[in-house]
């Protein structure tokens, strides 16, 4: 089933870089898709367009739709902060508020509205279970988060989305500053996450992207080179240049 | 050649240490100079005339409470000025102004900062106090409430350029962060990027304190100087004078070496212990909350 329909998106910063250029895409509910390709291609940019982070950058243009069930969220009239706590996102460097780390788990849902304790701690529990951090972390969870190892933190800071129970879940580049662990344990987790949320990723590396593609979109220049099932597109790309760039020809 | 170099590192070495330890020296010996000066007084003058409410040095009423008081409730009006309304505006430069507008707005606030307070008293006596005296219906525009405007006024650069800088550090990712889990503007502002820059805040808000009390200037020609105690409420709708307008006032016509001499050099020491405990206080809240939680941050 398809969550979100993307039709013929395109967007310009206003320092005059195109970003986007007429991409059209629809995104499967329960998998991974991964957006990969070289910098610059316009990978981070669709994700910001997803939960409208990008209404705080200076953009000069932008046209197309993008619909979540049906809605389209580019609309002006949109509730963002609705929105927001829709679509989470998780970015490449694991930004943990200056907070502890029980607070950066209930900082949001405090903000939702949620305030029952017994709630929150139910939602403490789950989403750093979900996010394969629990073990370490539950015997002190008011010590700050910022104490914590890189690791450690973005899982925290998966854990932080995941607690207000979102459907679609951004990550942007979310391995690229762990060691080779830490990275298993965070794959590990959004093979977990899939069975209940929509997973968008942008790997850090082909490999990663080969791991754990359900569906891949390929980017190169802000356009969408090729788009299909991660299996076939990783072993048999259509397109001239996914194959040079998956066989590290270039890139 | 290698010995040249090395030469050159002793000397270079040596030149960096010798201004470091200079502005140590310089320090002592200020503070020797007015121990030594100030600490007569304690055997010329006994305590209880010293700690009384009555200053009037000529026929030797040496009571320095009135200006002790006079200058904590300038400076504690004037923070209550500067502090809200630094804070408030170093945050709207920061995040919420366009950036054409902060582009105007940070220079105009440093040019405030450096203009002279002899001219904000120059105001302070024409237009504030005379306004004052109309709009409170006050028998005199010349209050400690005119000196707490003035000097809130004078702190207020101060703490705005600082606190600034010390928000605009702290990284665009957290408040991505907080956006990203749907929090708006003002709460990303308050709960997450505000207790990010505290430490950075918190020096603004001291250094502005620190600007506050040691005002010399603009106190003496807006405060009325009457040295009256003042710890009633009305007190603030009344003269006052502060330590620093004494000093500044009666040191040019006392007689070197007499008590009066003295007693005036102790106000200074008064003054330079409280603004030390106010210092003191403000790096260990600092250094507490560093150990606490952002050891890595600010």
Same mark, same amino acid.
């Given at each position: 089933?398809?969550?979100?329909?993307?039709?013929?998106?395109?967007?310009?910063?206003?320092?005059?870089?195109?970003?986007?250029?007429?991409?059209? =895409?629809? #995104? %499967?509910? $329960?998998?991974?898709?991964? !957006?990969?390709?070289?910098?610059?291609?316009? @990978? +981070?940019? *669709?994700?910001?367009?997803?939960?409208?982070?990008?209404?705080?950058?200076?953009?000069?243009?932008?046209?197309?739709?993008?619909?979540?069930?049906?809605?389209?969220?580019?609309?002006?009239?949109?509730?963002?902060?609705?929105?927001?706590?829709?679509?989470?996102?998780?970015?490449?460097?694991?930004?943990?508020?200056? =907070?502890? #780390? %029980?607070? $950066?788990?209930?900082?949001? !849902?405090?903000?939702?509205?949620?305030?029952? @304790? +017994?709630? *929150?701690?139910?939602?403490?529990?789950?989403?750093?279970?979900?996010?394969?951090?629990?073990?370490?972390?539950?015997?002190?969870?008011?010590?700050?988060?910022?104490?914590?190892?890189?690791?450690?933190?973005?899982?925290?800071?998966?854990?932080?989305?995941?607690?207000?129970?979102?459907?679609?879940?951004?990550?942007?580049?979310?391995?690229?500053?762990?060691?080779?662990?830490?990275?298993?344990?965070?794959?590990?987790?959004?093979?977990?996450?899939?069975?209940?949320?929509?997973?968008?990723?942008?790997?850090?590396?082909?490999?990663?992207?080969?791991?754990?593609?359900?569906?891949?979109?390929?980017?190169?220049?802000?356009?969408?080179?090729?788009?299909?099932?991660?299996?076939?597109?990783?072993?048999?790309?259509?397109?001239?240049?996914?194959?040079?760039?998956?066989?590290?020809?270039?890139? | 050649?290698?010995?040249?170099?090395?030469?050159?590192?002793?000397?270079?070495?040596?030149?960096?240490?010798?201004?470091?330890?200079?502005?140590?020296?310089?320090?002592?010996?200020?503070?020797?100079?007015?121990?030594?000066?100030?600490?007569?007084?304690?055997?010329?003058?006994?305590?209880?005339?010293?700690?009384?409410?009555?200053?009037?040095?000529?026929?030797?009423?040496?009571?320095?409470?009135?200006?002790?008081?006079?200058?904590?409730?300038?400076?504690?009006?004037?923070?209550?000025?500067?502090?809200?309304?630094?804070?408030?505006?170093?945050?709207?430069?920061?995040?919420?102004?366009?950036?054409?507008?902060?582009?105007?707005?940070?220079?105009?606030?440093?040019?405030?900062?450096?203009?002279?307070?002899?001219?904000?008293?120059?105001?302070?006596?024409?237009?504030?106090?005379?306004?004052?005296?109309?709009?409170?219906?006050?028998?005199?525009?010349?209050?400690?409430?005119?000196?707490?405007?003035?000097?809130?006024?004078?702190?207020?650069?101060?703490?705005?350029?600082?606190?600034?800088?010390?928000?605009?550090?702290?990284?665009?990712?957290?408040?991505?962060?907080?956006?990203?889990?749907?929090?708006?503007?003002?709460?990303?502002?308050?709960?997450?990027?505000?207790?990010?820059?505290?430490?950075?805040?918190?020096?603004?808000?001291?250094?502005?304190?620190?600007?506050?009390?040691?005002?010399?200037?603009?106190?003496?020609?807006?405060?009325?100087?009457?040295?009256?105690?003042?710890?009633?409420?009305?007190?603030?709708?009344?003269?006052?004078?502060?330590?620093?307008?004494?000093?500044?006032?009666?040191?040019?016509?006392?007689?070197?070496?007499?008590?009066?001499?003295?007693?005036?050099?102790?106000?200074?020491?008064?003054?330079?212990?409280?603004?030390?405990?106010?210092?003191?206080?403000?790096?260990?809240?600092?250094?507490?909350?560093?150990?606490?939680?952002?050891?890595?941050?600010?």
């Amino acid at each position: 089933m398809n969550k979100i329909i993307i039709e013929n998106l395109s967007l310009q910063y206003s320092d005059g870089t195109e970003s986007l250029r007429d991409v059209s =895409m629809e #995104i %499967r509910q $329960n998998a991974v898709t991964v !957006l990969f390709g070289p910098a610059g291609g316009g @990978k +981070s940019t *669709l994700l910001r367009c997803l939960n409208r982070l990008n209404d705080l950058t200076e953009i000069k243009a932008s046209s197309g739709r993008i619909l979540i069930d049906g809605e389209n969220i580019l609309d002006p009239k949109t509730d963002v902060i609705a929105l927001r706590r829709k679509v989470g996102m998780v970015f490449a460097r694991p930004v943990p508020l200056p =907070m502890s #780390i %029980r607070e $950066n788990i209930t900082y949001a !849902l405090d903000l939702a509205g949620e305030k029952r @304790k +017994s709630k *929150l701690d139910e939602a403490v529990e789950r989403s750093l279970k979900l996010a394969a951090i629990w073990d370490e972390v539950k015997e002190r969870l008011n010590d700050p988060a910022i104490a914590l190892s890189g690791g450690q933190q973005q899982r925290v800071c998966l854990a932080r989305v995941i607690a207000l129970q979102p459907q679609i879940i951004l990550l942007d580049e979310p391995t690229s500053g762990l060691d080779p662990i830490s990275t298993g344990k965070v794959e590990a987790a959004l093979l977990e996450l899939k069975k209940e949320y929509t997973v968008i990723l942008v790997p850090h590396s082909v490999q990663q992207a080969a791991r754990t593609a359900d569906c891949a979109a390929f980017f190169l220049t802000g356009e969408l080179i090729e788009y299909g099932e991660g299996k076939t597109l990783f072993t048999n790309p259509k397109q001239k240049k996914t194959e040079d760039y998956i066989m590290g020809r270039f890139g | 050649m290698e010995k040249s170099l090395s030469w050159r590192e002793f000397i270079i070495t040596r030149l960096i240490q010798t201004s470091g330890y200079s502005a140590i020296l310089f320090v002592a010996l200020i503070f020797f100079f007015l121990l030594r000066e100030g600490l007569p007084t304690l055997t010329e003058v006994d305590m209880s005339s010293l700690l009384n409410i009555r200053w009037y040095p000529i026929e030797d009423y040496f009571g320095i409470l009135p200006l002790i008081t006079g200058s904590l409730v300038v400076t504690l009006g004037a923070a209550l000025i500067a502090v809200p309304f630094g804070i408030g505006t170093a945050v709207y430069i920061s995040e919420i102004a366009p950036r054409w507008m902060r582009e105007i707005l940070k220079p105009l606030v440093e040019l405030l900062g450096g203009l002279p307070s002899v001219v904000l008293g120059f105001l302070g006596i024409l237009v504030l106090a005379p306004f004052l005296r109309v709009f409170l219906n006050l028998p005199t525009g010349l209050t400690a409430l005119t000196g707490s405007l003035l000097l809130g006024g004078i702190a207020v650069p101060t703490v705005v350029s600082v606190a600034e800088d010390a928000l605009d550090s702290v990284p665009r990712a957290y408040r991505e962060g907080a956006w990203a889990l749907g929090a708006t503007k003002w709460q990303t502002i308050w709960r997450v990027t505000l207790p990010a820059a505290r430490s950075g805040v918190l020096t603004a808000v001291m250094l502005g304190i620190g600007r506050a009390i040691g005002e010399t200037m603009t106190v003496m020609m807006v405060t009325g100087n009457a040295p009256v105690l003042a710890i009633k409420l009305g007190s603030l709708f009344s003269p006052v004078r502060t330590m620093t307008a004494t000093i500044a006032a009666e040191m040019g016509e006392v007689a070197n070496g007499s008590t009066h001499y003295h007693v005036l050099f102790f106000i200074g020491m008064v003054l330079f212990i409280i603004s030390l405990v106010v210092n003191i206080i403000a790096s260990s809240v600092v250094f507490r909350a560093k150990k606490r939680a952002e050891r890595i941050l600010s």
